[in-house]
């Protein structure tokens, strides 16, 4: 049996057709249950994370449509600091607080610091409207369109912080 | 290789339109116009468990008026 030559095979992300974008947002959303878009894309690209927290113990809702469908759904617990969105595990980081049980970190993606207490992670898509963090492991590529919309559970919800990371290109 | 065409500002959001020909646009991405926090204005630290729980004990000893 001798060796068995591959056929070459087609495929992988050619990034240098893309460029980064990175996006932040803090601030107040004036009117509960009312969607706020905070980004808005036209073209395509990819969605590496968005995260979104509120300073105050209420919850604010992330809603994600991608080429027209809505794809993500989710709430933050009605804890200060503690986010809701979609991304990788790898933002997660456990900090070595072995006092805190379950409490987690989640750092350098916003202007602050934020816990991930008690945490609930979901499986994308998650289109439920479930409180928790959706974990995800590649790349959410789109071919029209990305639209992040945010809602608050109150009016005037104050120390909102959402930031987004991904690129477009192609 | 994109690049940024134009930007502009559309009522309460920031437009970047970006090309990859230099004349047409093949991207539109738009953000909420950010309003600059000022620079004496300190984002606020989450408390620790620990401040947590003591504030939470505080509380209790408030209601059971110990």
Same mark, same amino acid.
């Given at each position: 049996m001798g060796i068995q030559r591959l056929k070459p095979v087609n495929g992988g992300t050619d990034w240098s057709k893309y460029v980064p974008n990175r996006s932040t947002w803090s601030g107040t959303l004036v009117n509960g249950l009312q *969607?706020?878009?905070?980004y808005d894309v036209t073209g395509k690209g990819y969605l590496s994370y968005a995260l979104a927290i509120v300073t105050s113990d209420f919850d604010v809702r992330m809603r994600i449509t991608i080429d027209g469908v809505v794809k993500h759904d989710t709430w933050s617990p009605a804890t200060a600091y503690t986010p809701t969105g979609i991304g990788p595990a790898s933002l997660i980081d456990g900090g070595g607080r072995t006092s805190a049980g379950s409490t987690l /970190?989640?750092? =350098?993606v916003l202007q602050t610091n934020v816990l991930l207490t008690s945490p609930v *992670?979901?499986?994308? @898509?998650?289109t439920s409207a479930s409180t =928790? /963090?959706?974990i #995800?492991?590649? @790349? #959410?590529?789109?071919?029209?369109?990305l639209k992040i919309e945010l809602s608050p559970r109150a009016s005037n919800l104050s120390g909102v912080h959402f930031v987004v990371v991904g690129g477009i290109g192609l | 290789m994109i690049e940024i065409l134009r930007q502009y500002i559309e009522g309460d959001m920031q437009v970047t339109e970006y090309t990859k020909d230099g004349k047409t646009v093949s991207h539109v991405v738009k953000v909420p116009v950010q309003t600059e926090v000022p620079a004496d204005e300190q984002i606020?630290?989450?408390?620790?468990?620990e401040q947590r729980i003591k504030a !939470?004990?505080?509380?209790? !000893?408030?209601? !059971?008026q110990i």
């Open positions: *969607f706020y878009t905070v /970190f989640m750092k =350098g *992670f979901l499986n994308y @898509p998650s =928790g /963090f959706v #995800i492991e590649q @790349p #959410i590529f789109y071919n029209q369109s | 606020p630290v989450p408390p620790t468990f !939470l004990e505080d509380t209790i !000893l408030t209601i !059971l």
